[in-house]
Structures are given as structure tokens and as C-alpha cells.
């Protein structure tokens, strides 16, 4: 089925429904307000019409005679008694009156004026990139006209055209009637229209202000029937049949010779109609309501927002062969895998055309049924529907698998079960890049939910917490091709954002790597065995004593040959004086080539968004090698953390008795330092900081006091939390948590704030009632000495959950404010694209960048941003001639 | 409307129209032009027809010998004029040094980017410098070792060029937008200047890609020229002449209510802090236009200023304007701050831009000194200037939340807003209500607007963007969809 054209819509040309052209593609004049008769069978000239298309199966359009899914919908027409105004183009009536004249019907400009103005227009012209230049033009060039009072052209004196919001026109306070407008509109050569903004090719002034309204097609507007029989109308229905009745009393009314006055009300009240069926939300109108209360939703609202036609049902659609469910995590699957439950798996299907080839194969496959097992009752695909050449399909069941096989034809299309190895789309909400959507190959597996591996969650963001998450999958060869060679998440390692890695280890796979390198380890062969039970590779030879494997001789089977590398890993403290290999706390890391020689494997060495291995070896080796190396890599330090065996709790942060009181004793000493400064200011003798009120200035200096109390507390607390101690572990190695976490789990949270100022609202001149009006003290202001394992005093948890709270607020409005931001960048950029000749180009062709980024460089394939690391190749250059004997000229 | 009776009027008394407009968008009435002088009126038409007009609307003042007068004026003035102009053009001051954009490279560059283009690429000069230079810090001169150098480099350039049809705007728009989900908020205290305030993360940013006018915390830094970046005596005078002083800054005002005045007391000290002389007051107090007339010096530092009429309203409204009223200082600049900086001597911070008056002023390093407001860069510098502070704003922005975006990216996003020469915003009121395409105006803000808008001029879509593509259902022209080769095999 899947045939590609090479056929494309190469343009699409806007232009103005002429009267005429609406009564010429019109099946039917509707003339009745009233929609179906008793029987439930719609009435002719009503506005079911079945001319104008049908919606219920079984009856046939008397147009096409097409059925429900054949017939598209045709057009009617209703003949508007009185001429109204088109509610969009209000603004442009005014313009129309005010610049032409109301008499002979030309532009306001003399003679020598208007060639002035073409020429001109002709002129700049090309420069033009958007109408919206060309609107600024003229919008400049009639501005005078407004005051000319007597037409350059037959000497009529103009009046003065007002508009009453919005849609009554008026001339010198003289209302103007729709005909009137109509009229004068009429006048207004062909030869002036550019001039004002309009295309005579595509349309003329006086078609603005309607004569006849185009019924759309019932297709657009289907009513629903209700379980209780009863009928609803769409809204657009509702506002047509508004609009027939007001229409059929005016004709009445007039035809009969009715007051004037009458006839007027009826014709606002037709005006006010088809203005609200145009746009519900026009400014200075009440909308109209459904009988419930609520607005109806007319033609703009259809098309406008988020909601609207544009948005949400042509930029995006709706698909089939997707599914969702809950995710969760799988630390045996490999990257490149996703975990696809049977249930899900029975339902999406991948199309399979029939060839002389794989008849014989798909035989097979058909006959086993929708549902079939093997003998240990695992999960083998079936077959959904078979496509015949006609497209129409047949549903295969336990019972005509048989005969569907038997009767399988070349170019019939099977519908098969995804399998293992099928390639599918993954993706998370928000796809915020384009790392939300990568290919992944399925593995069919029980339960219900879809298994990642836990190295690919940063580049969704996933956690399984409840987070869910959509499948796709492929369905044409040419969108297969793509996906594989495109969206792998292994071609994704490298995030184009910084050019380092977004795949990596993350949380126990560091904290298992940092077990299984740090310092020198050695573990025993039973050890071995059990961490390299999960792992596809065989272990390498024990390289101490025989019969033992350090870490880091075992950490060097992930490594490929040939690697050589040096860096400064996560626990690394910034001595004024690196050692290098001789570092007495192992953090820096040494490999030659491909072995592990010294420093700890951790955050910087393997996980996501800093893992320079991963990012050495996804650039230099290719992403098939860097998959294969995450695989290992992780499982490696699972299998690691799991012979060590981790855990931590609230007794990592137990600090001495000692630690405490010393930690007592530098609060208290700050809380000392602020009542003198309060002290000092209260006095006046706080000296002031240049450029700061004096309260600013105490608000800077205690928070300067306060925020060097916490800080200090913390180096108290942490000075008892050594590397033996689960939680810093994990700190410290960049698996999960910080120092300032933990000293604030051990020490003392600190100053609690809003707006980045100590708390100050609440009551008249104090926060909470426990503090006496006016204090100016640490307490008073949301300083929280305890600790969250000390627990908080009841107003200390209060200051504290005014932080938190504002931090919630914080993130709930920026989540919303950037996601608006993005979408304009987007929607800025979109059409960028690089040309064959390195330069930058949009939609129209017109040059952006002359050379991409000034390099041409692909930030993804560059090393953290820079484009070519020239010392590398030096340095590899000159050891290659050192080695073979030329050496420095 | 008023205007439109005198134009009315005017042209009854005969006055040609375009005339009768000029004048009436003047605010000139009818009453006034009889009573009007010749030279008034010629202010704004020819005074041959302001005569005439004048004539018609019977000002019995003017007479022909008034026209002479006006007419030789007039052509005093344009003679002035024309001097100066040509005065101005030859006034280049030599002492200018022009920066060149692009330093001649060495002899050492050139032989690379000559064998690389002998290998067919034109490698970036960015390479070339980086590459000269560290073979010339390794004391390579070998040609040889120098050629296989290049030759691995261009092996690796050629790998790491962009693939044509990359939709490169896209990636640079996720790249900026993902990060920014984890920018803060807040207004943050700007660090090393801990007395003022600039907004920072997420709402700084998108101030930036909104083109505003002007920022919510405009900020400058100013270097001062080599004489006098170590003198912090000159440096704290250059940042007092900046500041804007008014006069609440150096004295006590109070409203006498019984005798209708206000009293001015010049506070010496604080007038000392400001280096602000009495003879200072007096002369802005001298060009102010209220208070030009109304005040007297009473004692050797008390000022007063008596009220024109007696009412308490006009009291408080001249009290306000003896507050505000500015002594010195250069407009827009609230504060200035002294910083030392870490190589460049002392520096001036200040609250609030103007740089194209601090770039004129005395001492001023103007090579260095910056502002945040990009609008006012493009405005006195132009528009590579602009766009090269975008880059330096977004850049700094999101690097001071600590996440790292590729340059690429924002140059990207920097060259698309400055694309045509000038600062357009990211969004509906810039390069997206600019768009050629109607489809993708409807489908990103005022949908209908654009529908409409696109049926009157008959506009045209011609589908080469990506959104309309979507819209219509073919594939987009970006990447695999920008390939327009059909393999047909062989039968």
C-alpha cells in the first residue's frame, strides 16, 4: 500500500468567495429553520438537507450519491434578506470609506499621488518579504486621507466616517446601512484597489459586506443522537438556523411594507446573528449562548488556540499502532531495547506485503491466529488483519486463520504482531528535544507495563513514579529505514545541545562502579562469577595472585582496546597540587590503552551529561561500541553494588555528641553576631553599604552572618561523614544527593527565604505571633537552626514551608513560561536548514548564517562545543613519529 | 474634531488643501492665524504661501515687506545649515583607532590553510590560529609532521561538518528551550556588585529573545580609559558626573505652608559627597521652566521658591518638582557604583543605560564599555553589534544558571533576529508574524486574522516550510524529506 509520489502541492493560492461563485457551488438554497420532520428524516431546503451531504448510515446524498464515508459534503446557500457586514473585515470597511470617495468612489489621493504611490510600490516591492510590509505602507500613505475633505477627483465634499464597535458605521453621527456601504464600496475602480491593500484578481470591496452566506456541507456541523433518542444539533447548526429565522421575518417584514423601525431591529438583530456565526468573541457583544448557558462555538472558535482545527487536528494528528502504559525500569535490557507487554503487543502490528518470497513464511505466521503461544506458553506474534488488494480487510480469528492462510495472495498485505527486533518510536511528554523520541527495537515481555533501561531515563526524563509513556510503531519500510539509522537512542549518546553525552549511568550504576574501583578492591571468584552472571562476556583472567580480580582490572573488560585517557574524576577535592596517579584518595583516573590503571570510575567517568569515557568512546569508537559499553558498564556496577550490598538511612547523618554541641555553639555564636548588628542599627551605627537603605544594609549583613553559620555547620557535620558513609558516597561520587543536602540533613538547614529576602510577611510588624513585634532577630525572620533529622520547632516548619511553597509556585510558573518561549522558538526557527553549500537558509531561501555556527561544525560531533581538538592530533602525531623513529625536526 | 472645522474653514477662505492640513496638524487655529506674525506661520510651508494664506484669512499685520524679511532669514539659516554640514563630514577624528575585524593571518596560518584547501577543504580560521599555535608551542617546524597534522585534522573535520538539510533552527530551539525549564525565576543579586539588582535566568532570557525595548533592570559597565583606570579619585569623579543627582539627594526641602513657599537647605557635606556646588543648583534651578523665575537665594546655603498662585495643590505639585529636579548627571542613570575590577582597573556599574551619551563622555573607555540593552546597542553601534550582544547576553544568562548550550545554537537564534537589519523579536510581533507562509501564521497566534488577511490580497503559500507542510500532509522539506531522488530499480 505504502506507495511513494512524487506528486506535491506545490502552492496554495488564497482568494475571496465571490457571491456568485457561493450561489454557483451551492447544492441547495436553504430556506426553512427546521432540520428533520417527525419520522426523524431531514428536511428538504432545511439545514440537513440531504444535498448538502449526509450523516447517517444508510441514506445516500442526493448530490453525489455517496454514502456516509464516500460523500464528502456539499455547499447551500442561504439568501440573506438585507446585505450585513462581515465582522472580520470592519477594520478594512473603515479603511475603504475613509480613503476613497463617497461619490465617484476613488482613492482619495490626486492624480500625480496615486502614479507617486505605485511607483513607489513598485519599487520597493521587491523588498518586501510579508504582506505585513506592504500593509505598513499603505497604512503610512492613507494616513492624510482621513482629512481630505473634497475628492481630488469630482469635488464631492467627504464626510466624516466614524465606526461604533462593532459593526455600525456612521458618516458625520448618520448611520450608515450595510446597503449603503455596499453601495459606495461598488464604486471603487479596479485601478485603486492595490492601493488599498486588496487583489482585484481575487476579489472586489463590495463582496464584503454579505449578500448570500454559504451553508456549510453537514459533514462539518453532524448532529449527535443521544442514548435517550433525543437529537443534538452541533453549534454551527444552532447559529444557522438563528440566522434563517431573523432572515425569513425581515423578508417578511420588508416584503410587507413594515415600519421602518421594525425593519431596522430585524435587520441589527440579522447583523448581530451573522457576526456571532462568524466569531463568537467579537469585543462589544454579548456571545451567543446555548440553551445551557454555555457560548457556542462558531467558526473562529473552531479554528483558533490550542484547541482550534490549526493547533491540535492539522499541525498534530491522532495516530494508530501506538499504545501507552506505565513504565518501568529493566537494567537488563539493552539501551537500544524497550520492553513491550504481551498485551500491548497483541494490538500493534507491522505491515508485511505479501511476496513471492515470504508467501510461504506468511502462511505460516497467518495460520497460527490472532493469539498464539509456543509450548511454554511465551509469546509468539499472530496476525491481526490481512489486507486484500481492494484495502479491504479481513479480520483473522482462532477460527478462519486456516482459510485466510490458504487464500493469502502476492500482494496482499499481512497485518503481523510486533516481535522481537521490530523497531519502534518511544517517547516521553514533554518532548521538549528531540532525545524525547528515539527508535528502540521491542522485546516482547509478560506484565503490563514498558521496561527502559535506567541509562536511557535522563534524555526522557523519566523516573517510575508513576511516569507513562507512548510506543509507536513504524510502518513503512522508508519510515523503518529512518528510524534505525536516525532516532537509535544509541545515535543519541552525543546530545547536539553540548556536544556531550545525555546517556550514561546514573544513580546505583555510579555508586556500583565506585564500589568496584575505588581504591584497591579485590574480589573473589565466586564474586566474579555473580557480577559477570548477567553480563554476555567472558570474565578476564584473574590478575592478582591468580585467583583474585581487582576492580579496576574487571572495570577494564568494558573498554575497548586503545583507549587512552586521563582526568580528574567526581570525588576528586581540587587540591592546590594534583599528585595524578599518586592521589591518596584515588580520584584521579588513569586509562591506558583500555586499562584501568588508577582513579575511581564515577559521575565524571561514566554517567549521564559528564561522562567522559562515554563521551570519549561514543566520538571515537562509534555509537554500536558506546551502546555496548553502557550495557556492560551498568551492569557492572549492578552487579557490584549488589555483592557489596548498599543501603542508607537516617543513621548516615548520626554526627557526635561532640559535633553537635559544637555545631550548637556556632549557631549560637552566629545568632550573637545579628542581635549586635541589630543592635548597631537600631542605634544607627551600622555603617552603610554604598547604594543601600540601612534596613538593606542589615538584611545583607545577617544574611551574609547567617549563610557563613550554616555553611559552617556543615563542614562540622561532614567532617564526621567519611567516605564509609553511604550517603556521601553517593554525594561525592555524583550518583545521587549533595554535600549541602546531607549537611543540611546533619547540620542545619539554614536561612529560609521568599523572594531571595528573610521571611518579613505575615503579621503587623512581625511574621508569626510567637515573636514580639519589631524583631529583627534570626529566629524571627525563618533562620531554621535544626536539622531535618533533628526535626523542626513548629515555627521553624512553618518559615520552612513557606520556602518550599514558593518554590512549588516557582516552578509550576515557569514550566509554562518556558514552554511558551520554546514554542515561538520553534515556530522562529523551524525552517532553517542547512544547504549543501554550509550555509544556513530559511523557508524562502534567504542566507541566515553563510557558514553554520561560523565552523560548520555539528555541535553533537564536536568535543564539548569545540570543533577540532587540535592538541590531540598534535600530540598523536608527534608519539606515532616518536614511535616510528623520526621524531621533532 | 477641531482640525477638521479649520481645515474646513480654511479652505472656504480659499486656501489650497494640503496647505489647510499642514497647518491645522500644526494646531494652528483660525483665530490664531489672523493675529499671526508672517514668521510664525513659515515655520512650516513656504512663506510665499504663508503670505498667501495669511492674506486670505485677513491678518491685517503682514505686509510684503515682512515676506522680505522672512525670506532672507530663511536663507541665512539654510546657509548655516549647509556649512555645517559639510563641516560635519570633514570632522574624522584620526585619533580613532578603527578595530579590524579580522587580523591578517601569519605566514605560519597560511601554509595550513593551504594545504588543507590542496585537500579541498577550507578549514575555519579558528583551527588554523588554534593549530599554529600549538605546533609553534611544541616547536614542531618539521613540514612534514605539520602536513600529517592537517591532513588528520581535515579527516576530522570532514567528519564533523553538518549534514546538508539538517534542521539546525530546530535543534537550536531545543537545545535553548529544554535548558530553560531549569532556569530560576528570581532577580538576582548581580555577582561581584552586590548593591544592585539584575534579572537573571528565565525571565532575563526571555526578555532577550523578545526584543524589548528596553530590559527590566538596565545595567552598564563602563572602563575607563588607561589614564585614569588606577585612580580611584578620578574614577569615583567620572561616576559622580554619571549619576543623577536631584536635589532631595543634597538637601532638606521643606513646604512652608504659612508663608506658600519651599525651603531649600543645601546640606554642604552631603553636597561635597556629591561634588555638587551651590552655583550648580542655582544654574540648573535657572533652566528649569517653572521654577526659572520663582526662586530666590536667601542665605548662603537656603534657596526658596515662592508659589505663582496660592493654592496648596500648586504647593505639592512644586515641591515635587524641586525634589526631582535634576543638578547633574546623564539621563537614564540612577546609580553608579565603583568596583575594582580583576584586570582592567577600576570599574563603573551603573543602574540604568545611556550609552550612546556615556560613550561621548570624557575618560570613558569606549572600546570595552557595555551595556544589557540590546536595543540601545543596535540603535548607537548597529547591527552586528546587536547581534553580537545577544549572543554575549544569552550566553551569560544561561552560563550563570550553570547550563551549557552550544554557541552554535545561539548564534543561530542571535543571526535570525537581526537577520534584516534589524532587531526582530522571537515571536508573533517579529520573525514569525514576518513569515511568507499564511498556513503557519494561522496555525501560530491570530489564526483567523491571518485567514482573512491572506482573502483579500490573494495571497499565495507556497509550502516550502515545514509547518504548511504538515498542514497540507507531505513531508517536509528538512532532512530526508529534502531529497528529491526516486531510486528505481533496475527490471
Known sequence: ?889 | MAKHDTIKALMRRGVEERIAIILANAGIKLEDLKKAALEDVARYIPPEKAFEVLKKVGNKKVTEKDLEEVKRKLQERRKRIRKRRIIEKIEIDESIEIPKKIEEPSDEEKRIMEIGRKMGVELPMSVVSDTAKILKDRKVRSKKVMEEVVKRIVEKYRERVVDAHEAVGIVAAQSVGEPSTQMTMRTFHYAGVAEMNVTLGLPRFIEIVDARRTPSTPMMEIHLSDDIKHDREKARELALKIETTILHDIADIEVSIENMEIVIRLDEEKMARKMVSVEDVEESLKKNRILHARYEIRDKNVIVVKVDEPRYKRLYQFYEVVKNLKIKGILGIKRAIIRVSRDDGYVIYTEGSNLAAILDMEGVNPRKTKTNNILEIYEVLGIEAARNSIIEEAISTLSEQGLTVDIRHIMLIADMMTNDGMVRAIGRHGISGRKKSVLSRAAFEITAHHLLEAGIRGEVDPLQGVAENIIVGQPITLGTGAVKLIYRPKR
Open chain 1, 1 to 889: 500500500m505504502m506507495q511513494t509520489t512524487s506528486k506535491r502541492i506545490k502552492e496554495i493560492q488564497f482568494a475571496f468567495l465571490s457571491p456568485d461563485e457561493i450561489r454557483k457551488m451551492s447544492a441547495a438554497k436553504i430556506i426553512t429553520p427546521d432540520t428533520y420532520d417527525e419520522d426523524g428524516y431531514p428536511i428538504d431546503g432545511g439545514l440537513m438537507d440531504t444535498r448538502l451531504g449526509v450523516i447517517e448510515p444508510g441514506l445516500r446524498c442526493k448530490t453525489c450519491g455517496g454514502r456516509v464515508d464516500t460523500c464528502p459534503g456539499h455547499f447551500g446557500h442561504i439568501d440573506l434578506a438585507m446585505p450585513v457586514i462581515h465582522v472580520g473585515y470592519v477594520k478594512l470597511i473603515k479603511r475603504l470609506l475613509t480613503a476613497t470617495c463617497k461619490n465617484c468612489g476613488r482613492i482619495l489621493l490626486t492624480d500625480e499621488e496615486i502614479e507617486a504611490m505605485k511607483a513607489e510600490m513598485e519599487e520597493k516591492k521587491s523588498m518586501w518579504t510579508t504582506p505585513l510590509d506592504e500593509e505598513i505602507f499603505i497604512k503610512e500613505k492613507l494616513k492624510d486621507t482621513v482629512m481630505r475633505m473634497v475628492c481630488p477627483h469630482c469635488g464631492a465634499e467627504q464626510g466624516r466616517i466614524t465606526l461604533d464597535k462593532p459593526t455600525t458605521f456612521r458618516e458625520d453621527g448618520y448611520k450608515l446601512t450595510p446597503k449603503d456601504i455596499r453601495e459606495r464600496l461598488e464604486k471603487i475602480p479596479d485601478d485603486d484597489l492595490p492601493l488599498l491593500g486588496l487583489n482585484p484578481k481575487v476579489m472586489r470591496p463590495e463582496w464584503l459586506i454579505l449578500t448570500v452566506l454559504p451553508v456549510p456541507p453537514v459533514t462539518v456541523r453532524p448532529s449527535i443522537t443521544l442514548e435517550t433518542g433525543e437529537r443534538s444539533e452541533d453549534d454551527l447548526t444552532h447559529k444557522l438556523v438563528d440566522i434563517i429565522r431573523i432572515n425569513q421575518r425581515l423578508r417578511e417584514n420588508r416584503d410587507s411594507g413594515a415600519p421602518q423601525l421594525i425593519i431596522e431591529d430585524l435587520w441589527d438583530l440579522l447583523q448581530y446573528h451573522v457576526t456571532t456565526y462568524f466569531d463568537n468573541q467579537t469585543s462589544g457583544i454579548p456571545p451567543a449562548r446555548h440553551r445551557s448557558g454555555r457560548p457556542l462555538k462558531t467558526l473562529v472558535q473552531r479554528l483558533k488556540g490550542k484547541e482550534g482545527r490549526f493547533r491540535s487536528n492539522l499541525s498534530g494528528k491522532r495516530v494508530n499502532f501506538s499504545s501507552r502504559t506505565v513504565i518501568s525500569p529493566d537494567p537488563l535490557l539493552s539501551i537500544n531495547e524497550v520492553g513491550v507487554p504481551e498485551a500491548c503487543a497483541r494490538e500493534l502490528t507491522v505491515p508485511i506485503r505479501v511476496t513471492p518470497n515470504n508467501i510461504d513464511t506468511l502462511r505460516e505466521i497467518v495460520k497460527r491466529g490472532p493469539t498464539p503461544k509456543d509450548e511454554d506458553g511465551k509469546y509468539v506474534p499472530g496476525v491481526n488483519y490481512v489486507i486484500m488488494h481492494d484495502g479491504r480487510r479481513i479480520r483473522v480469528t482462532e477460527k478462519n486463520a486456516e482459510i485466510v492462510a490458504e487464500n493469502l495472495q502476492v500482494g496482499y498485505i499481512v497485518e503481523r504482531q510486533v516481535m522481537d527486533g521490530d523497531i519502534a518510536l518511544f517517547n516521553r511528554q514533554p518532548s521538549l528535544h528531540r532525545m524525547s523520541m528515539m527508535a528502540h527495537r521491542v522485546r516482547v515481555m509478560p506484565y503490563r507495563t514498558f521496561r527502559l533501561n535506567l541509562a536511557v531515563c535522563p534524555p526522557y526524563n523519566a523516573d517510575f513514579d508513576g511516569d507513562e509513556m507512548n510506543l509507536h510503531i513504524v510502518q513503512s519500510e522508508e519510515a523503518r529505514v529512518e528510524a534505525k539509522i536516525l532516532m537509535e537512542v544509541q545515535n543519541h549518546i552525543l546530545s547536539p545541545r553540548f556536544g556531550g553525552p545525555v546517556i550514561g549511568a546514573i544513580h546505583d550504576h555510579i555508586t556500583g562502579l565506585f564500589f568496584l574501583t575505588y581504591g584497591d578492591k579485590r574480589f573473589t571468584k565466586d564474586e566474579v562469577v555473580y557480577i559477570f552472571s548477567k553480563i554476555d562476556k567472558p570474565i578476564p583472567p584473574p590478575d592478582i595472585e591468580n585467583k583474585y580480580w581487582s576492580g579496576k582490572w574487571l572495570f577494564s573488560a568494558a573498554l575497548p582496546e586503545g583507549l587512552n585517557m586521563e582526568f580528574k574524576s567526581s570525588i576528586c577535592e581540587n587540591c592546590d597540587e594534583c599528585l595524578k596517579e599518586k592521589c591518596p584518595i584515588d580520584a584521579y583516573v588513569i586509562i591506558r590503552d583500555g586499562k584501568l590503571v588508577a582513579g575511581t570510575i564515577d559521575a565524571r567517568a561514566v554517567g549521564a551529561f559528564k561522562g567522559k569515557i562515554v563521551d570519549k568512546i561514543a566520538r571515537d569508537y562509534g555509537p554500536e561500541v558506546a551502546a555496548e559499553f553502557l550495557d556492560f558498564v551498568t551492569r557492572l556496577g549492578i552487579g557490584a553494588i549488589m555483592v557489596r550490598g548498599f543501603t542508607t538511612g537516617i543513621d548516615d547523618e548520626d554526627i557526635p555528641e561532640e559535633a553537635k554541641r559544637r555545631i550548637e555553639e556556632v549557631i549560637r555564636e552566629a545568632y550573637k553576631k545579628v542581635d549586635e548588628l541589630v543592635a548597631a542599627y537600631r542605634e544607627g551605627t551600622l555603617d552603610q553599604l554604598p547604594g543601600r537603605s540601612l534596613e538593606e544594609t542589615l538584611e545583607v549583613e545577617v544574611m551574609k552572618v547567617l549563610g557563613m553559620a550554616r555553611d559552617e555547620a556543615g563542614r562540622i557535620a561532614s567532617k564526621y561523614l567519611g567516605l564509609e558513609n553511604s550517603a556521601v558516597i553517593m554525594a561525592k561520587s555524583g550518583a545521587r544527593g549533595s554535600m549541602l543536602n546531607l549537611s543540611q540533613m546533619a547540620g542545619s538547614i539554614g536561612q529560609q527565604s521568599v523572594r531571595g529576602e528573610r521571611i518579613k510577611r505575615g503579621y503587623f510588624k512581625r511574621t508569626l505571633p510567637h515573636f514580639r513585634r519589631g524583631d529583627l532577630g534570626a529566629q524571627a525572620k525563618g533562620f531554621v537552626k535544626s536539622s531535618y533529622k533533628s526535626g523542626l520547632s513548629p515555627t521553624e516548619y512553618f518559615f520552612h514551608s513557606m520556602g518550599g511553597r514558593e518554590g512549588l509556585v516557582d516552578t509550576a510558573v515557569r514550566t509554562s513560561r518556558s514552554g511558551y518561549m520554546q514554542r515561538r522558538l520553534i515556530n522562529a526557527l523551524e525552517d532553517l536548514r542547512v544547504k549543501h553549500d554550509g550555509s544556513v537558509r530559511n523557508a524562502e531561501d534567504i542566507v541566515i548564517q553563510l557558514k553554520y555556527g561560523e565552523d560548520g561544525v555539528d555541535p553533537s560531533r564536536s568535543v564539548g562545543g569545540k570543533n577540532i581538538d587540535v592538541v590531540d592530533i598534535v600530540e598523536e602525531v608527534l608519539r606515532r613519529k616518536e614511535v616510528a623513529g623520526v621524531g621533532k625536526a
